[in-house]
């Protein structure tokens, strides 16, 4: 697919807000290209037990071709889940990748998944980032001329995060039914997302989703209560169309090729690839209004590269 922006270098900090009272205890991980201004931003939510330092290949793919891309990290992060709650007997400090191996520890953060107060404070967190965005740019790419358009992406947890923020209701135990649509996010990015009857979500859930969203799944793809990837592809069947897009990678599973280079993620580099192209040409259509890159997604039949797939559009 030819792209007028060019790869470029790119700058990273781990630290940004540090010093910030949102931000404080868990600061941004932050990566922008180096030399020249961000066609966007991306607001990247990790999943359930990760951080905001994961993701990083992907990340930094967004980043080369001109997109400045924040990642903060939740309080459902091990590190965090470990440090607050010190009976579980875990060691913050400690390599816990290999947490979902642990029974007791799994069955706490699958507690944490279906908290609702957990969801609310996700997306709190997220506004709360919108709301220092100009002091985000100032720590990195510098102020600009005028306003970036912004995307919200997200992995498993993170896609509940993404969907709510992109317009999906949902039902709150013992009150009405919300949503959280904020019109700063001109696209939605969901990998691994969740369909019905989890998490709030059920019928009618995305009929004012009606921005434009990409749904990445996979056909090993599972969700926490054994949904399939027809289950998580339901954030685009049943939502309306315009600028809708799904890619259900062969033989993809959860981590869709691997968004990190240990246990447990499956490393198959065609996928990996094959989910770059896919999502920066996302990106480049909604945030850059690149035709290009619209008129490469309109043209996808049933392959990326080496990765083959099932994709549709409406």
């Known amino acids: 697919m030819s792209r007028p922006s060019a790869a470029s270098a790119i700058r990273e900090a781990g630290a940004i807000l540090a010093g910030h009272p949102a931000f404080a205890a868990r600061p941004l991980v932050c990566r922008w290209p180096a030399e020249r201004a961000p066609r966007g931003f991306v607001v990247f939510c990790h999943g359930l037990g990760s951080n905001g330092g994961e993701y990083a290949a992907l990340s930094a793919h967004w980043a080369r071709h001109g997109y400045l891309v924040v990642h903060p990290t939740f309080r459902d992060a091990i590190g965090v889940v470990a440090r607050e709650e010190p009976a579980l007997g875990l060691d913050p400090d400690a390599d816990l990748s290999g947490w979902t191996a642990i029974p007791h520890v799994r069955a706490r953060l699958h507690e944490i998944l279906h908290d609702p107060a957990r969801w609310l404070e996700r997306v709190e967190e997220v506004r709360a980032l919108i709301a220092a965005l100009p002091d985000i740019l100032d720590a990195t790419c510098g102020p600009q001329a005028a306003p970036l358009p912004g995307a919200i992406a997200g992995h498993s947890f993170g896609a509940f995060t993404a969907q709510l923020l992109a317009g999906a209701e949902i039902d709150m135990p013992g009150a009405p039914a919300r949503r959280f649509r904020d019109r700063c996010f001109a696209a939605a990015l969901l990998l691994s997302a969740q369909g019905r009857d989890q998490q709030g979500l059920r019928d009618g859930s995305w009929d004012a989703m009606d921005g434009p969203v990409l749904t990445v799944t996979g056909t090993l793809d599972r969700g926490a209560n054994g949904g399939d990837w027809r289950w998580k592809s339901e954030p685009y069947e049943l939502a309306p169309p315009g600028g809708k897009y799904l890619a259900v990678i062969e033989d993809g599973d959860h981590f869709l090729g691997g968004f990190v280079d240990r246990e447990p993620q499956r ?29 490469w997604l309109g043209r996808i039949d049933d392959a990326v590269g080496d990765c083959r797939l099932l994709f549709k559009r409406k």
């Open 267 to 295: 490393q198959v580099p065609a996928q990996q690839d094959a989910v770059r192209r896919i999502t920066l040409a996302f990106l480049d259509a909604h945030l850059g209004q690149d035709a290009a890159a619209r008129d």
